[in-house]
Structures are given as structure tokens and as C-alpha cells.
């Protein structure tokens, strides 16, 4: 059962370029998590009758789904049922993939899932090179005729997969391995830098932070130097403006602090229930009368919670990292997953499936067994 729950997980990342949300939204995509949810609660049936007593490991996961229930029922807070499938989604995911110990061959076939997820998506930028209808540049991947991932959204996923990838390959002694996994990554940052996402690419240097010493610097900046040189020659103009140009004074950022007011003013106005479980545009419109988004993951969620109850998700969402970090299981992993959570401060990924299946992952690594544990060492 554990085995088809991890497979389900893995299909899950795999298959993410048919979720046909703009912003990877898991409400539209359930069918491969819940099957995974249902062969996780088979597992934990299957370890209950044998050792003849229910065990269940950290709860914090299910308090957060009976706190949602005390919201509803007793605060009486609006709520859509997208957005509460999705939390339960995401909690009980989290929750049965840290429930017992992860294998080595566990981890890896998940981390290649995010490889071949990326490897999915930039195959499907390419063979489509359309601009995305908000950009005068940016490339993105359309699931329809006029519809398309958001740009920040679909450069995080990329990012996971890149990064994961960069990770991974130092596990390997085969150079051919190795070789087709390099592959992999460059064609995953050529997409990558299509969809002129500037966040993904600060990510990028903060997950390279402990790869930099003596030796490597002078090779990081010989290349560096290079891409420097030769990226104007291979995009467009304006691409190349965004990244290297002065664009990063243009109205984006201001756009975006302006929504993180609002949403903090939302936050103000309900300070303990939260806005309610609703997405935030219908939130804030209802709340500030403004058609807003919080544009942010971590707002986002204390709109949700509220003050008082966010403290709980946070640490749900930490906890893992946090242990990860605690028993050292790799310093480029935690610099990795520090990237990541910078991607998430400029999007609303709360509840899309690309944070929810990061932070599973992470409750996953952070439950390795011996074996893996050494692998990660490495």
C-alpha cells in the first residue's frame, strides 16, 4: 500500500501540466492525490491491524483539518468548497507521506518526477513558443486556446524541478546518469528563462549559495561571465531588458506591494477568524471591497486562519524544513528549499499543487531512514 502511495504521489507531480488551472490550482486536479490519500489510510489500516493499536504521528496536520471544521461550524466564516478540499488535500497528503519512515528508492523516484515534470513542461513551451496574452515577451505554457499558466507560477514549478535536479545529481557514480540529468536541467533552465520570471532566478543564486567556496568561485563567475555575454544574443531584446535592463523599477513590484496592503488591511479587519476559506479576490472584495489578490502565499494563508490559528499552519509548514535543517541532512538542500519558499513570497501558491506536493516532499525527506539519511549525507 505505502508503494502505490508513493506511486499515486509521484503521478500526482508528473501529470501537473493537466491540472488546467491558471495558478495550479489542486481543487480541479484531486483524482491522483485523493488516490494517494486512499492508499495511505489503507496503509495506516493495514500497520494498525497488525500491531493490533492505531498510531498516529504528529497530529498537527489533522488539527488544522478540525480547526476548519470549528471555523465553519462555530465562527460561522464563509467558505468555498475548493478551498477546503484543497486544505484537506494538503494536510492529510502531508500528514500519511511522514507517517512512517521514507526509503532511499522512495526519495529518488519522486525527485525524478520532479525532473520529468520539468522536463514536460519546457518540452511543451518549446513546441508551443506562444507569448503569454499579459506580456509583451514572457513565454508561457497554454493548456487551451487562450488560456495559459500564470508566468510566476509555471517558473516555480520549473525552479523545483531544477533545483531538485541539481540536488540529485551528486547521488549518482554513473556518468551517464549524470549526463542525462545535466541535460535535463539545462533544457529545464532554458524554459525557465522564457518565462522571464526575475524571482526564480534569485531563487536559483540562494540555492547555489553553498556550492560557492574558493575553488568554485572562480569557476561560478567564469560562468557567469559567459552567460552574461552570450544571453543578449540568444532572446529576444526585451527579455533581455527584463532580466539585465532597468525594468526592475517598472510597475510590477509596486502592483504587488499594493496588494500585500490590502491584504494585511483584510487581515486587520479579522484579525482572529481570518477573512474566511475563500479564495482571496472574493475575500477581499467582500472584506475591503476591493477586487484584489494577496499575491502573496504566506498572507494568503493568514487570511485564511487568521492570526491565531496561522501560528498552527506555519508550523505544520515548518516543521519538516525545520527538522531537515536540525539533523543536517544536506546544507545544499536547505539553501534549495529556502529558494523556494522566496518564489512562494511574490505568488499565491497556497493552495496550488506545487506547494502542496514541495512541502509533502519535505515531510517525506524528513522522515528518511537510515539509508536515505546517508544518501542525503553524501
Known amino acids: 500500500m505505502r508503494l502505490l502511495c508513493i506511486l499515486f504521489f509521484c503521478f500526482t507531480i508528473i501529470f501537473a501540466y493537466k491540472t488546467n488551472e491558471t495558478a495550479f490550482g489542486i481543487g480541479g486536479y484531486s483524482y491522483f492525490p485523493i488516490i494517494c490519500i486512499g492508499f495511505g489510510l489503507l496503509r495506516i489500516l493495514e500497520v494498525s491491524l497488525k500491531r493490533q493499536e492505531l498510531k498516529i504521528r504528529n497530529i498537527l496536520p489533522l488539527s488544522l483539518v478540525f480547526i476548519m471544521a470549528i471555523q465553519i461550524l462555530v465562527f460561522n466564516v464563509h467558505f468555498t468548497s475548493g478551498v477546503v478540499l484543497s486544505y484537506v488535500i494538503f ?39 506562444r507569448i503569454a496574452s499579459n506580456s509583451d515577451i514572457r513565454f508561457s505554457v497554454f493548456y487551451s486556446d487562450d488560456k495559459f499558466y500564470d508566468l510566476n507560477f509555471l517558473a516555480s514549478s520549473l525552479y523545483c524541478s531544477f533545483s531538485i535536479g541539481m540536488f540529485m545529481i551528486s547521488k549518482y557514480h554513473s556518468k551517464v546518469i549524470k549526463c542525462i540529468y545535466m541535460s535535463a536541467i539545462l533544457f529545464i533552465v532554458a524554459a525557465l528563462l522564457l518565462t522571464g520570471s526575475r524571482a526564480a532566478f534569485i531563487a536559483i543564486g ?29 532572446l529576444p531584446e526585451l527579455l533581455v531588458q527584463r532580466f539585465m535592463g532597468d525594468s526592475y523599477n517598472d510597475a510590477s ?85 529556502l529558494g523556494y519558499l522566496f518564489t512562494t513570497t511574490i505568488i499565491e501558491a497556497t493552495l496550488s499543487l506545487t506547494f502542496i506536493t514541495n512541502i509533502a516532499f519535505y515531510y517525506l525527506l524528513s522522515r528518511s531512514d537510515v539509508t536515505a539519511t546517508n544518501k542525503l549525507f553524501q
Request: charged share 10%; hydrophobic share 50%; glycine share 6%.
Open 206 to 234: 540562494i540555492s547555489f549559495v553553498p556550492y560557492i567556496n574558493r575553488k568554485q568561485l572562480v569557476s561560478l563567475i567564469i560562468i557567469g561571465g559567459v552567460l552574461y555575454a552570450v544571453l543578449p544574443y540568444l
Open 253 to 337: 513590484n509596486e502592483h504587488r506591494l499594493e496588494n500585500w496592503k490590502n491584504a494585511i488591511l483584510g487581515i486587520s479587519m479579522h484579525p482572529l477568524t481570518g477573512c474566511g476559506l475563500d479564495y482571496s479576490i472574493e475575500a477581499l472584495e467582500r472584506v475591503i471591497h476591493k477586487t484584489v489578490n494577496a499575491h502573496n502565499t504566506y498572507l494568503y494563508a493568514i487570511m485564511h486562519f487568521g492570526i491565531l490559528f496561522s501560528i498552527l499552519f506555519f508550523v505544520f509548514m515548518l516543521r519538516p524544513i525545520v527538522k531537515i535543517m536540525k539533523f543536517g541532512l544536506s546544507k545544499k538542500l536547505v539553501w534549495i528549499i
Open 91 to 129: 494536510f492529510v497528503l502531508c500528514w500519511l507521506l511522514g507517517s512512517e519512515e521514507s526509503t532511499w528508492n522512495e526519495i529518488q523516484c519522486v525527485a525524478n518526477s520532479y525532473v520529468l515534470s520539468g522536463v514536460i513542461f519546457a518540452c511543451l513551451l518549446f513546441s508551443q513558443m
